[in-house]
RNA sequence: GCACCCGUAGCUCAGCUGGAUAGAGUGUCGCCCUCCGAAGGCGAAGGUCAUAGGUUCGAAUCCUAUCGGGUGCGCCA
């Protein structure tokens, strides 16, 4: 379905065409001042400004003609030339009704099937999920429900970072510890043991002692490099640790993704590509594109018209090795292969802006981007509430899982707190804790906008009080409840008769300006400014008129259907956030 | 040094391609549960939108400069 303003801008947009200016100048959107009007047209300045005329005479023979038109109860200019327009009520009973019966609940059909590729989460091998994983992950998974919504084929990408440096410092750390000499055998090539030496714990404890030794001793870091050379040529028991090593993360990964709700398509990892590696050198180097510079081998993406030195993109550096530029431009090459997508977001911390820049100029350079338009969809760094990096109190870095154990503490101490909780199981209060904890920490992180630099605070997080994720919880939870004891009734054609009911209707007709302007600009902040304000509409129309006890039939069953639609909008927008609503909480 | 981003209420943040009286939340101070869930609703106070210029009928938004903060600049990811 249109969304009401578009079709508000048609009509608009026919009245400018008919005063022989352009239809552009019809954009209508709902207005900055919800006292004077539902909805504004600001085109009448913009249309003087173009014509040199008076912008009141446009807007009067604007208004003239849509004073004609029956969608409108009112239609007025205000100041220099505002056009500020309301809908009748029958209208917008009948777009709620539309709605209804909308199979995609609204949504834009702004994909109109192309394909998405996104890659986002990112996650290493042999480091735990920290707290910086989690916007990428959030974001990511926002964007990827959002996209899918409005109608884009969405493929995500989970990329694990596997094939670098770091795992050379690996299998560096675990020869000197000679716990598993069987892998650095030269006489044997294998088989190898099923077991892996390594557990997650034992990774996450030899990678930071690994990376320390070879930033304080450099030969120790030669030989990171030459393991990291070796692996990614093959030798086999190099081969065999690292995927022993991948093997251990990804079941720990797996898990901490679940418990966030976050769900990728592909598994893939910088490894994935090896095998293209190779052909894409000499590829790039049999056109002229690859040239030796300082003893690596590296793309020169400078244009003349750069305002900042621009440095080549390195394919392999000096001892051979691949850097993750290589395979993210390997990868490029493989996603359009494979599934010729018409866009490929990532979703990555923006200090990796130029790294971006230079693999993209790299892929239109050589021509491997296809179709797709490569986009790097950047977010801020996270600091504690000193603005630096964000630590724990004992001083290291605060994992994933324990933020999400203590957001789940924080619910479960709430809902023993309001006794509402008392009947109900261990199990049950465990899995609402669950709930609202997530939401929790999903909401405070994407209400803010993604590029600004983010303060880490665990008292924010634990916030249950005005805008958070439990309150649009709760909200729908009230909603839920009410309808659970109004028992099956069915759903009446839609009718309005107070000011808050034509709120929350005008609310709930915006969706699908939201999710198109939310994928526009790539905000899951609009998204949750959007539910806020729903819940908020909502609030306000049950604190003035109890539904229930409505002793008018026709009015109650409206009303019903009402919260009904409200609710199903909510949880719509929820359900993009990565947060889900409880029965009861 | 060069480049990019940022500076909005005590605090944390929104403000889309320039538009009407700059908004939320939180905190502070009031009011509202014998009625559908108060994790709620209503109200008050709180701002020279870093500073100085410029463009425009009109600037938090665009341009310039200054001050303050962050980030990135060849073999980590």
Redesign the pocket.
């Known amino acids: 379905m249109t969304s009401l303003s578009a079709e508000l801008t048609t009509i608009t947009g026919d009245a400018f065409e008919a005063e022989g200016l352009s239809r552009a100048f019809g954009?209508v959107?709902?207005?900055?001042?919800s006292?004077?009007?539902q909805f504004?047209c600001?085109g009448a300045?913009?249309a003087?400004?173009a014509a040199k005329t008076n912008?009141r005479a446009i807007a009067e023979k604007i208004a003239a003609r849509l004073k004609a038109n029956l969608f409108f109860s009112k239609v007025?200019i205000?100041?220099?030339?505002?056009?500020?327009l309301d809908v009748t009520d029958a209208m917008l009973a009948a777009r709620l009704d539309v709605l209804r019966a909308d199979p995609r609940q609204g949504a834009p059909d702004t994909g109109a099937g192309r394909t998405l590729v996104i890659d986002f989460g990112?996650p290493?091998i042999a480091k735990p999920m920290a707290v910086h994983h989690l916007r990428s992950s959030i974001i990511g998974d926002c964007l990827q429900r959002l996209y899918r919504a409005n109608g884009w084929a969405v493929i995500s990408d989970v990329h694990l970072?596997?094939?670098?440096?770091?795992i050379g410092?690996l299998i560096t750390e675990i020869e000197l510890e000679g716990s598993a000499p069987i892998y650095f055998d030269s006489n044997v090539v294998g088989p190898y043991p099923d077991d892996a030496p390594v557990t997650m714990e034992s990774l996450v404890t030899l990678y930071p002692r690994a990376s320390a030794a070879c930033k304080a001793d450099p030969p120790r870091?030669e030989a990171a490099?030459r393991a990291?050379v070796d692996l990614q040529a093959g030798r086999p028991g190099y081969r065999a640790l690292w995927k022993h090593f991948v093997t251990v993360t990804e079941a720990g990964l797996t898990r901490e993704f679940a418990s966030l709700g976050v769900k990728f398509d592909l598994w893939k990892g910088?490894s994935g590509v090896d095998g293209l590696i190779a052909p894409m050198i000499e590829d790039l180097k049999a056109r002229g594109l690859a040239e030796?510079?300082?003893?690596?081998?590296?793309v020169s993406v400078a244009r003349d018209d750069d305002?900042?030195?621009?440095?080549?993109l390195?394919l392999?550096?000096?001892?051979g090795?691949?850097?993750?530029?290589t395979?993210d431009l390997a990868t490029i090459i493989e996603r359009v292969r494979d599934h010729d997508p018409a866009l490929i977001l990532y979703v990555v911390?923006?200090?990796?802006?130029?790294?971006f820049e230079q693999v993209f100029r790299a892929a239109h350079l050589a021509g491997f981007a296809g179709n797709a338009v490569l986009e790097h969809v950047g977010y801020?760094?996270m600091?504690g509430?000193d603005?630096?990096?964000f630590k724990t109190r004992a001083g290291g870095a605060m994992k994933l899982y324990d933020l999400i154990e203590m957001g789940k503490a924080e619910?479960e101490k709430?809902?023993a707190?309001?006794g509402?909780?008392a009947g109900y199981t261990a199990d049950e209060r465990a899995e609402?804790a669950r709930k609202?904890g997530i939401a929790?920490i999903k909401f405070?992180d994407l209400?803010?906008?993604?590029?600004?630099?983010?303060?880490f605070?665990l008292e924010?997080f634990s916030?249950?009080?005005?805008?958070?994720g439990?309150?649009l919880?709760?909200?729908a939870?009230?909603i839920?409840?009410?309808l659970r004891?109004?028992g099956a009734c069915a759903a009446v054609p839609s009718f309005l008769t107070s000011p808050e009911e034509r709120v929350l209707a005008l609310r709930v007709l915006a969706l699908g300006d939201i999710m198109a302007?939310a994928e526009?600009?790539r905000?899951p902040?609009?998204l949750c400014?959007y539910a806020?304000?729903l819940?908020?509409d909502f609030?306000?129309?049950?604190?003035?008129?109890?539904?229930?006890?409505?002793t008018d039939a026709n009015l109650r069953a409206a009303r019903l259907s009402l919260c009904a639609q409200v609710l199903g909008v909510l949880t719509k927008v929820l359900d993009l956030l990565g947060i889900e609503v409880?029965?009861?909480?």
């Open positions: 954009q959107q709902g207005s900055d001042r006292d004077l009007a504004q600001n300045l913009a003087a400004k912008p007025e205000a100041g220099p030339g505002f056009l500020n990112g290493n970072g596997d094939w670098g440096l770091q410092q870091l490099r990291t910088e030796t510079s300082e003893g690596a081998l590296v305002k900042k030195p621009m440095p080549p390195i392999l550096k000096s001892e090795g691949v850097l993750y530029g395979t911390d923006h200090r990796q802006h130029s790294h801020g760094t600091n509430p603005g630096k990096p619910a709430r809902l707190e309001q509402i909780g609402i609202v929790t405070a209400s803010n906008h993604r590029t600004t630099d983010y303060i605070d924010r916030k249950f009080e005005g805008k958070t439990p309150y919880q709760y909200a939870v009230r839920q409840s009410i004891k109004a302007a526009d600009k905000a902040n609009m400014e806020f304000e819940a908020q609030s306000r129309f049950y604190a003035a008129h109890h539904i229930l006890s409505e409880p029965e009861r909480m």
